[in-house]
T-cell receptor
Framework: GENVEQHPSTLSVQEGDSAVIKCTYSDSASNYFPWYKQELGKRPQLIIDIRSNVGEKKDQRIAVTLNKTAKHFSLHITETQPEDSAVYFCAAPPGKAAGNKLTFGGGTRVLVKP | DAEITQSPRHKITETGRQVTLACHQTWNHNNMFWYRQDLGHGLRLIHYSYGVHDTNKGEVSDGYSVSRSNTEDLPLTLESAASSQTSVYFC??????????????FGPGTRLTVL
């Protein structure tokens, strides 16, 4: 099955700085890569996703980049704000025709210091 | 408004007891998933279903079972609860078919403690 590794496990940044989280995956046939944000005590929520036909996708202060050759994708948060403090999870499905179940990375706890 | 709910939100039980966690969604989604969340392990898939009467094992399915008798509900049963099953359980659903990659909407979670 798919193996997803996420780094770092914790990330502390100063408000206004950028944060980058990286994930690697094992199944070269995977073609959908979502990122979920989980605030303390809340449920995970999708913040951005990318499909294998594009290399980068942006939504305001967040962006995701995908390198299919190297089998890794990254979440970039610019101009971080205190409300960005949360745990972020990357995920990937198994290869084509194997269903849309997701394997999640271990999570990155981001702390934005004011 | 359409939503996904879980009950109970908190449960304390004893080792060896059977426990059932409920998940109900009103979006009419075909795909439903159960995850457990433990520190250091992220979200791990227990079971999933792509439609009525369809169930599949995830990566950590031992000791758990599900059934899908209608579109809205996917109850998760712990046959004989063990302390290792103390965790936070999340249910999720998504629209489309088995090979459609769409957003998974998560329920609020159930915190289960097995003593």
């Amino acid at each position: 099955g798919e193996n997803v590794e996420q780094h770092p496990s914790t990330l502390s940044v100063q408000e206004g700085d950028s944060a980058v989280i990286k994930c690697t995956y094992s199944d070269s046939a995977s073609n959908y890569f979502p990122w979920y944000k989980q605030e303390l005590g809340k449920r995970p929520q999708l913040i951005i996703d990318i499909r294998s036909n594009v290399g980068e996708k942006k939504d305001q202060r967040i962006a995701v980049t995908l390198n299919k050759t190297a089998k890794h994708f990254s979440l970039h948060i610019t101009e971080t704000q205190p409300e960005d403090s949360a745990v972020y999870f990357c995920a990937a499905p198994p290869g084509k025709a194997a269903g849309n179940k997701l394997t999640f990375g271990g999570g990155t706890r981001v702390l934005v210091k004011p | 408004d359409a939503e996904i709910t879980q009950s109970p939100r908190h449960k304390i039980t004893e080792t060896g007891r059977q426990v059932t966690l409920a998940c109900h969604q009103t979006w009419n989604h075909n795909n439903m998933f159960w995850y457990r969340q433990d520190l250091g392990h992220g979200l791990r898939l227990i079971h999933y279903s792509y439609g009525v009467h369809d169930t599949n094992k995830g990566e950590v399915s031992d000791g758990y079972s599900v059934s899908r008798s209608n579109t809205e509900d996917l109850p998760l049963t712990l046959e004989s609860a063990a302390s290792s099953q103390t965790s936070v359980y999340f249910c999720a659903s998504s629209e489309g078919g088995p090979d459609d990659y769409n957003e998974q909407f998560f329920g609020p979670g159930t915190r289960l403690t097995v003593l």
